[in-house]
Structures are given as structure tokens and as C-alpha cells.
């Protein structure tokens, strides 16, 4: 559409000489006017599946106070919406909230996982060795992780779904196929996760009015209500938080977080924006400096442990999300959502939200992120193997290192053959040249011969 092609008018550089932050930003926020729709609106929910599960089972373990970390992602939104011009999420890291969840680790304990990861990947990308990393890692395996990280998302949605009551699982499973569908239709301009939003507010309001003394504990509640005090005050980890968070949660995240919330994004990025004007595209060491800020930063001040992920990407973008506008709107409204429900009112809220409508947004885009990893080029046995070790030892890293090394199989059988075949051809070339060179001897004979009967 030519609209769509005028939308994609250069911004001004930051690198250009003379470069005006308020000009900049109106300059955004012209373009934020411009893409905002209904479909943007129902991308930004794309990435609730993943979100509301693992921030409610950190705020049950007393790993994060959820308002604080909600009104931190909702900051992070906004400061990714200004740098970029795609719809890029933010969500809790996922390694650490498993060890969190699975071990109770103290609040101190899950800043120091999120400031020792966010230190690391911030060096990776102010001295460009994630570019190293990048070049080392094949596009195959980079493909393998997408696909096995999609297929454990469709598990764990599946989980979501049919853990529940017998009628809120088929509710689920009867959503998720519908919003599989229709968000599967690519001439489809549904907002499919508003939708599902507004099912699941649904289900909620009819699952309280049928227990009575959930709805009367939660009018209580409201009539209590005030606006919520956030937890930002300093946090400042002991020792034993360094040691717990680090070797139990930082060590086994660091290679998830380089691999998928940085190589994997922005190749995601690419494949899903191949026209999008490179000033507004993310980059390997832009990803990864802002992944470390956002850790550096806010988890000394109650943020949870965040980075950027392929899947809540790939989820949004499914969704019908196509640009910065709806990760912006998304992230002022979490920071007012935190505002006014504080920690124990949000806890309530997100309890309430029934699990198989999280599951059918999950699912739907869980299936999308897998096709994006089967679609992509490159090697089929290194991108098998590290989608299948990605599922079967849950673990990106090592389903990487799995992926590598049949990769690094491959090559040295490639080389190895060449070999051969370069000794074959050494061996070839003499018995070639002997007949070449008796040839013109035969030849100059017989004209030798031929000589004196022309006389």
C-alpha cells in the first residue's frame, strides 16, 4: 500500500551531527498516531501468555513484587518504542524465574541473577563480541532454538489449558483453535487477542458472581481500595544473594539470554520486517545494550530480571502488531495498572484471569515462533537436533551446544571430503598430461613422416 510505504519515512539519525531529542520524539510520537489501529491494539496482548504465568508464580514465591516489576516492564516498553520501530517485547527471563520458582529464591537473590546477566550481555554489546557470538553460531541452530522454544511453548500452553476445570479447558482449547484460525489467515484483519482478553475478563466476572464468597471478598477489596505504593525502593543484594542468584540462576540464563533475547530477536526481527528501513530495525549490539540496561538499571530498584524474547516477539506480531505504537500504549498501561492496584490487588487480578485463555494466547503464539524456525535456511540436521535437545533437556543453552556440535560435525565431514577429493585430482592430472604429451609427439612424427612424400 502506498500509505504503508510513505509510513516508513526516514527518521531523523542520532548519529547525524545536530541531532534534537525533542524532535525526535515527536517525530515518534507522529508515527505512533499514524500506526495505532485495532489491530495494534490487539497485538500488544500477544505476549500475555508468557508474562502473567511467570510473573504471578515469582510473586507467589515472594521472588518479585509484581507491582514493581509491572510498572519496570511497562518502562521498558516505552524506552523500547522510542529506540525501535517494531513491535519488541519485554518479559521476564526465563531461566531465572524457573529457578526461582522451583528453589523460592529470595528477592535479593533474583536482582543479583538479573545484574550479573544484564552486565554481561551489556559488554557483549558495547565491545561488539556479540557479533562474535553471532558469527559463531550457525543460522541453522539459531533456527533449531526458535523452533524447539515454539514447541515448548505450545506444551506449556497445553498445560495451561487442560490443568483447569473441565469446562474452562474446553473454553480454552475452543479459543485457542479459533484464534489459531483466524490469526493464522494472513488477509485477516481480526483483533484476535483483544478478543480472548475480553473472553477471559468474561470468564472471570462469571466464575466470581457464581462463587459468592469470591465476590464478596472482592467488592471488600475494592472498597478498600487505594492507589498502590510500589516497592522501588534500593535493593542491595548480600552475599549469599550474589552467590545463590549467580551460580543458580545467572550462570544457566546467560547463554539463553545472548542466543534468543539477542542473535534469535533480530533475526526474527528481519525475517518478519524484510522491508522496514534499517534505522528502525533492531541490531545485535543495540539489543544487547538494551537488554543489560534494563537489568543494570532496574533490578536495583524491584525490576525482575527482563530481556527481550523471539517468542513474545513472534506472539505480538501474530497478533496483529506491526510497529512501536502498540508496545508504547502497552507500557504506559501497565505503569498505571501498578500505580493504581499496588501489589495485592494486582496478585488478586492476575489469579482471577483464567489459565486456559493465557494458554490459547500462548499457543497461538508458541505456533508461530516454531514456523518461523521451520521456515528459515540453513542446514535441516543442526536445526533438528537443536529444536529436539531445545524440547527434550528444556534448556536453550544446551539444546544450542547440541546444535553446534552436529553443525561442527558437518563441517569437518565437508572438509574432510573435499580433502579426498582434492588428493584425487592430484593424482589424475600426470596420467592426463602423459597423454597430452604424446599426442604432438605422434603427431610431429607423422608430419615428420608426411614430409619427404610431399617432396
Known amino acids: 500500500m502506498d500509505d504503508h510505504d510513505d509510513a516508513f519515512t526516514p527518521l531523523p539519525s542520532r548519529k547525524r551531527t545536530g541531532w534534537r531529542p525533542l524532535d525526535f520524539v515527536r517525530r515518534r510520537h507522529a508515527r505512533f498516531r499514524e500506526e495505532w489501529c485495532l489491530m495494534e491494539a490487539s497485538g500488544m496482548f500477544g505476549d500475555f501468555g508468557t508474562l502473567l504465568p511467570l510473573l504471578l508464580a515469582m510473586a507467589n514465591v515472594g521472588s518479585v513484587a509484581p507491582a514493581a516489576a509491572l510498572f519496570w516492564f511497562g518502562a521498558f516498553n516505552v524506552a523500547t518504542a522510542y529506540e525501535w520501530d517494531v513491535p519488541m517485547c519485554v518479559q521476564p527471563m526465563k531461566t531465572i524465574a524457573a529457578a526461582a520458582i522451583a528453589d523460592g529464591l529470595s528477592a535479593g537473590a533474583v536482582s543479583a541473577a538479573g ?7 551489556l559488554a557483549l554489546g558495547l ?3 556479540v557479533e562474535v557470538v553471532n558469527r559463531f553460531v550457525p543460522r541453522s541452530v539459531v533456527s533449531g532454538i526458535q523452533l524447539g522454544l ?7 500452553a497445553l498445560v495451561m489449558i487442560f490443568d483447569a476445570p473441565w469446562w474452562a479447558a474446553a473454553v480454552g482449547a475452543a479459543l485457542a483453535l479459533v484464534a489459531f484460525g483466524v490469526a493464522r489467515r494472513r488477509d485477516a484483519a481480526v483483533p484476535v487477542a483483544l478478543g480472548l482478553v475480553a473472553a477471559g475478563l468474561a ?5 466470581a458472581a457464581a462463587d459468592g464468597g469470591a465476590g464478596a471478598a472482592a467488592r471488600a477489596a475494592w472498597r478498600r481500595w487505594r492507589p498502590g505504593r510500589l516497592a522501588l525502593a534500593p535493593r542491595l543484594p548480600s552475599r549469599r ?19 534468543n533475547s539477542v542473535i534469535s530477536v533480530t533475526a526474527l526481527a528481519g525475517r518478519l520486517f524484510p522491508d522496514a528501513p534499517p534505522d528502525r530495525m533492531p541490531t545485535r549490539r543495540g539489543v544487547a545494550a538494551s537488554v543489560g540496561l534494563m537489568n543494570v538499571v532496574g533490578c536495583w530498584f524491584g525490576a525482575a530480571p527482563a530481556c527481550h524474547g523471539a517468542g513474545g516477539l513472534a506472539g505480538q506480531y501474530r497478533f496483529g502488531a506491526r510497529g512501536g505504537a502498540s508496545v508504547w500504549v502497552l507500557g504506559w498501561g501497565k505503569m498505571l495498572l501498578a500505580l493504581l492496584l499496588g501489589d495485592k ?3 488478586d487480578a492476575v489469579r482471577a484471569f483464567p489459565a486456559p485463555v493465557l494458554g490459547a494466547l500462548l499457543a497461538v503464539a508458541g505456533v508461530e515462533l516454531a514456523a518461523a524456525g521451520a521456515a528459515a535456511d540453513g542446514a535441516a540436521a543442526p536445526c533438528l ?4 535437545a531445545t524440547v527434550a533437556l528444556r534448556n536453550t543453552g544446551l539444546g544450542a551446544a547440541c546444535g553446534l556440535a552436529v553443525a561442527a560435525a558437518e563441517k569437518l565431514a565437508e572438509r574432510l571430503e573435499r580433502r579426498r577429493a582434492g588428493d584425487d585430482e592430484q593424482e589424475a592430472p600426470p596420467a592426463a598430461d602423459a597423454e597430452t604429451k604424446e599426442e604432438p609427439a605422434s603427431g610431429d612424427e607423422e608430419a615428420g613422416r608426411a614430409k619427404p612424400e610431399g617432396k
Open 385 to 388: 537436533v537443536a529444536a529436539a
Open 127 to 129: 565491545t561488539g563480541l
Open 241 to 259: 544473594d550474589w552467590v545463590a542468584g549467580v551460580v543458580r540462576a545467572g550462570l544457566p540464563q546467560l547463554p539463553l539470554t545472548t542466543l
Open 150 to 156: 515454539g514447541v515448548r511453548m505450545v506444551g506449556l
Open 203 to 207: 470468564v472471570a466476572a462469571a466464575a
Open 115 to 121: 545484574l550479573f546477566v544484564g552486565a554481561c550481555v
Open 345 to 347: 490487588l494486582m496478585l
